[in-house]
């Protein structure tokens, strides 16, 4: 089977991405399962490498038609002096994070590697002329492109996965956000990356209400009348095994989501609170409906234990184990459906074929 190669940004160099990321590659048999990529700088790694006394090695690289197979690469593509201000929000340490987010998304563009992880940025110190967005996400997908929809939100570990109607937004907004043809658009895009990144051949979609109990039949609200549950008929009629709206504090409560492939929610902190609660240290954020494989820890920069020592890195091994399994899932999915048999319809009464 042919190795990929993953990009890896090496996200805030003041937080705790060189850490995870030289942890991780400390175990030889990740080798075994791709090339790595990182951009980055090679001062930064090598300051974090000695602070840390970790012992894994990084070959510096100009590009990925150099990557040398068997070690940590390393692209420097920051400038070539980098103040480390360890655990600080800085400028100086979001437009490292972002040149390096940057060429990472132009190299891929240009087919130079498979799937990109990315370590964590701060969201207010990478902001720049350049980087007006709340997170990797949506500026993937401004510079990638992502055919008129918006890309899906994912968290996942074995157990669950749940994805967003709404992602970084003020509470007071996302209830006017929740309209039917929104909640239509995810769990389309949702189906769609259960069967083409996940191999699964008919998955099964739980729907999360807005409101308290469901809304206790518009007692509590209305968009589970006006605009989730129409979302979920339609969906039906397309096909989408989908059910609900579920009230989210019993679901959560009653593990109903072990029934399902896949959870959607309306707003962040409604699905990734108890997503987090589950799986802090293995659970890991993918982005859906990109032409691009993206995965990231779910963690943040984690200022807090920066140059301790103390970070676990497997949050980031997973990143790591999903992006390389999504991307070969998806060769497969497009191989087996490149050139689709024609559809023949059987009419019962006589039993003609028809196309």
Known sequence: MEKLKIGITHGDPNGIGYEIIFKAFADPAMFDLCTPIIYGSPKVASYHRKSLDLQTNFNTISSPA??????????????????????????EAGRAAYVALERAVK????????????????????QNASFRFPGHTEYIANRIGHDGQEPLMMLMNEQLRVAL?????????????????????????????????????NPRIAVLALNPHASDNGLLGTEEQTAIAPAIAKAEEEGITTYGPFA????F???????Y???LAMYHDQGLAPFKLMAMNEG?????????????????TGYDIAGQGVAD????????YAAIDITRNRKAWDEAHVNPLEKLYVDKRDRSERG
């Open 261 to 263: 492939d896949a959870v």
């Open 253 to 259: 409560g009653t593990r109903a989501y072990e029934h």
């Open 284 to 300: 890991i954020n993918f982005t859906a409906g990109l032409d691009m494989v993206r995965t990231s820890p779910d963690h943040g």
């Open 66 to 91: 150099e990557a040398v197979d068997g070690t940590l690469n390393l692209i420097h593509s920051t400038a070539d002096e980098v103040k480390i201000d360890l655990g600080q929000a800085t400028e």
């Open 107 to 126: 190299d891929w563009r240009s087919g130079q590697f498979d799937a990109l992880v990315t370590a964590p940025i701060n969201k207010h110190s990478i």
């Open 165 to 201: 109607v709404t992602t970084h937004l003020p509470i007071s907004d996302v209830a006017r956000q929740v309209t039917e043809e929104r909640v239509l658009s995810r769990l389309r895009i949702l189906y769609a990356s259960l069967c083409r990144d996940f191999g699964i051949s």
């Open 313 to 320: 890195e497997n949050s980031f091994r997973q990143a790591i």
């Open 248 to 251: 989210a504090d019993g679901f």
